[in-house]
């Protein structure tokens, strides 16, 4: 290979520059009106995975949750349902389409096999798939509930004697919100929460009046209990208990099983076989209007439980329901 030098002659180079005015308008103060385009992607989650802004194909092992999220902070709640929790009732009923047969208008029992709760269809309650409520940040949604309604009469029956018969005390508790769905009547002074089908023997009737769960006996007359105020401003359910038996009934009312209202009520004289015929929603009184309320689980204990006994349970209801655990 030859190397030659070169040296080149003299070059001559040009340089043209091209000069244009323009105008820069000043900042938009007010958008204009109209529609203006927009781009926008959506990818699914079974396909796809948003790696720092971008989609990226599904690890082999990838682990989906799906969450809500929102302005306000609210969370979407992630609990069991209703039928995995297992309570000491001896008999619970719970709202759930499963249990609540709306044909034969029966409410069979989740746990024990007692018979059914019954109704008619000019009083039956109305099942609601899609009841909501918030309990501080937590959203409960589509949750089930049974809903009572007075302006239509709604109540339930059910004759627990061969499960019952001679007992001298029970407990009832109840998560339930004190509202219908469609709204209380105003109109209604009492509001009957649960009593017997007659009022032959000896027997107890709870009612819903200012506020408040009142009791009344064969041998006293209507007494102020627990207070719901709070309860009768909002959807969130209540916790309820009703410890009954003689000479003393105590009732046990709040959000949860640390902010609870107790209060114990006479309620007769020496222990005596108490009636067993009971009526849900409704009390045997002409001057008593039946239930609002959305009442979510019903359980009853054969025996009057302790304080302790009663906070225990509702611990374990509020895991479902939620509540200030």
Same mark, same amino acid.
């Not at 009593?195 to 107890?204: F, K, L, N, R, V």
């Given at each position: ?12 180079v ?12 000043? &900042? &938009? ?43 306000? +902070?609210?969370?979407?709640?992630n ?24 044909t ?14 019954? @109704? ?15 309990? +501080? ?6 949750? @089930? ?14 004759? &627990? ?39 032959? +023997? ?11 769960v ?8 209507e ?5 719901? +105020? ?34 114990? &009520?006479?309620?007769?004289?020496a ?55």
């Amino acid at each position: 290979m030859a190397v030659i030098k070169v040296v080149p002659g003299r070059t001559e180079v040009q340089l043209v520059a091209h000069n244009r005015a323009s105008w820069v308008p000043p &900042l &938009l103060k007010d958008v204009p009106g109209g529609l203006y385009p927009l781009m926008s992607a959506a990818f699914e989650v079974d396909e796809y995975r948003i790696l720092d802004g971008w989609p990226v194909p599904v690890p082999e092992f990838d682990i989906c949750v799906n969450v809500l999220v929102s302005a306000e +902070g609210d969370a979407l709640g992630n609990r069991d349902e209703p039928t995995a929790l297992t309570t000491n009732a001896d008999m619970r009923w719970i709202a759930d389409s499963n249990y609540y047969d709306q044909t034969s208008l029966t409410w069979t029992p989740i746990q024990s096999d007692a018979p059914p709760w019954t @109704t008619t269809p000019e009083h039956a309650p109305s099942l609601i798939s899609d009841y909501e409520y918030r309990i +501080g940040d937590e959203r409960f949604v589509d949750m @089930t509930a049974l809903n009572f309604d007075s302006n239509t009469a709604d109540y339930m029956w059910n004759d &627990l004697g061969l499960y019952m018969g001679g007992v001298e005390g029970y407990t009832v508790v109840m998560v339930l919100c004190p509202n219908s769905i469609y709204g209380n009547d105003p109109t209604v002074i009492d509001n009957g929460l649960w009593g017997p089908a007659s009022t032959e +023997g000896a027997w107890h009737t709870f009612t819903v009046r200012d506020q408040a769960v009142c009791m009344t006996t064969e041998l006293n007359p209507e007494q102020k209990g627990v207070s719901i +105020g709070n309860a009768l401003a909002s959807t969130a359910p209540t916790f309820l208990a009703m410890v009954i038996g003689r000479p003393q009934t105590t009732l046990y009312a709040g959000p949860g099983p640390s902010n609870l209202v107790v209060k114990s &009520l006479p309620s007769g004289v020496a222990p005596t076989p108490l009636s067993t015929h009971f009526w849900l929603g409704n009390a045997p009184s002409s001057a008593t209007g039946t239930m609002d309320m959305a009442l979510l689980d019903l359980g009853i204990y054969g025996g009057p439980l302790t304080s302790s006994e009663v906070v225990t349970e509702f611990a374990a209801l509020s895991s479902i329901y939620g509540g200030d655990t």
